[in-house]
């Protein structure tokens, strides 16, 4: 019989109920996985991995519709409900995982005879065990459990603050200088004479970026920078407490030596060193940009003597309009929102051989959101969502989700786009934006065939999740690649020569961005090393040590980092990854990023997999040698 998608409440009222019993059901089927095993002494290797695979199945199902529809739904009861099974779900997988009775079955298995996905599943079982910390005694471990569950409430906590905390300035209508015709026509004038500018990305970011008035676009930084805060500073210092004591507890010296046991890197040491060595290669590149930077406002305003955060946007237009004759808002007018949805749909068919379906009579949590079935040579893969317009209550930045994991021969996955564009024309930067997300839907259901959900869909190394996503971008930079959907209201194309222009303008201030992510995984990892008693001043001193712009008066950004929760200390991820996308980048014929030959062998080599290979082994596959900072180098120099 074919597999269907989840199907989703058919009305409003209808998503209470829904998701008690959605998820009651699945965890039903959980504890009763782990009532079989228990059963199971005599059970051989294979069927206690089945068992453990429906248990993986269900309770990793519950995780992930709780962590979407928790940030997502329009309801807050709805919201509320999926953050308690999150809670949920997390306590009855780490009791599983803590099971010494379980531990002590599957330590007695015979893995002679298992495929090579199995064996890796039953090895990867035995590691988590071990950083569940099994190996303790009985006082230790509940106290690892209890940390562990008050971790995912404070997580929880530190996310709906930023979500719930939308800041605003108002300003005098003059102030709007610079701003695109439409952004200001959406921004009328209140009774009192004022327009309201919030810290939504459709106004935060065209803000930073056209606004000429430099005082107004500090005001809204800082405003954007304070989100948070100060609730979230105390969250935060809890966190940090509290996972340093279950790596304590666990025989690590850090949490994120704990944290890279399962990551690429392996090691606290590992880490440190990439940042340091990122911090030699970018930050002479880094100064001399921001140089270029300084330069474009003084002569828009002789008066300014550095480049903050809230400049070194406005700065970059500058540049691209004066050294490399691009004007963001032309490229706008080829990007409404509505054609670069399509168009992506229509690039990654062609790329890896995809079908995309409209659905439009899909149950779905909002009217907004587009409905996909996806299909991979006829063959169906899932359900995919795109969620890309801001609301109250939604999650605030961009990112991608898993609905349902897919499991070969037992249920279609689903994932979830949940991004803040605007609903109109698109600047290129969000454009690219999208489609990075997206390369993460594409990943999830490319690899969703797998026979164990813990090895389906993205369930590679963490700090390699994001190198797809990466990639994909660069198809958002191809004239012949952007040609096929961007167009004007006459039907009229890009410009190849505009978007030469683009790429030129693009290829400068890379350093900058570079030092900018720096300063972001210096805070992930040396807030979390060293735990200090004042987060402000210690992310002030790494911003000074690692970022090349001028600090912000009364800047508490931490509060909103929003990736200290998901990637705790590891947010290098997005660095590490982007070394290695770029040397991905090298097997692709840049002359023609359609050739199928290349892309399918990627889909297959890199994509597919999902988690039944370490991910530099994935890349050895597709490269034919192990990866390198040597094309890095290249793009950070704009070759």
Known sequence: MPLSPLELPATDSDWLAWGESYTAGLIDTFRASVAALKDGSTYGAAEVLALWNDGDTAIGDVAAASELLSEVHPDEAVRKLFEDRAREADKLATERQQDVELYALVTGLDGAGLSSEAARRLARLLRDFRLAGVHLDTAARAEVAALEHRITELSQEFSRNIRDDVRSVRLAPERLEGLPADWVAAHPVDEDGLVTVTTDYPDVVPFRTYAVDADARRELTVASQNRA??????????????????????????????????KMTGSATAIEEFIARLHETVGPQAQADCGVLLAALRAEDPEQTSVDFSANMHALELVRRERFDVDTQLARRYLDIAKVRQGLLDVTARLFGLQYREVADAPRWHPEVHVYDVALDGAELGRIYLDLHPRDGKFKHAAAFVLRHGVAGRQLGSAALACNFNRGPLLHSEAVTLFHEFGHLVHQLVASRHEFAA?????????????????????????????TFATDDDGLPIPTDLVERMRAANAFGRGQWAARQLYYTAASYFLHRDRPADRTARAAELQAEYDVLAPLPDD??????????????????????????????????????????????????????GGAKDAAQLVEDFLGRPYSFGAFGDWLAGR
């Open 455 to 483: 090895l389906s869909g993205i369930a590679t190394e963490w700090d390699f999740v994001e190198a797809p996503s990466q990639l994909l971008e660069e198809w958002a930079w191809d004239a012949a690649v952007l040609q």
């Open 556 to 609: 508490h950004g931490h509060t909103s980092f929003g990736h200290l929760t998901g990637y705790s200390s590891a947010y290098y991820t997005y660095l590490w990854s982007k070394v290695i996308a770029a040397d991905l980048f090298t097997a692709f014929d840049r002359g023609d990023l359609f050739e199928e030959s290349v892309a399918h062998r990627y889909r297959d080599l890199v994509l597919a997999p």
């Open 229 to 262: 805060w100060p609730a979230n500073d105390g969250v935060l210092a809890e966190l940090l407490e509290l996972r340093a004591k279950k790596a304590a507890l666990l025989g690590f010296d850090s949490w994120a030596e704990l944290d890279a046991q399962t």
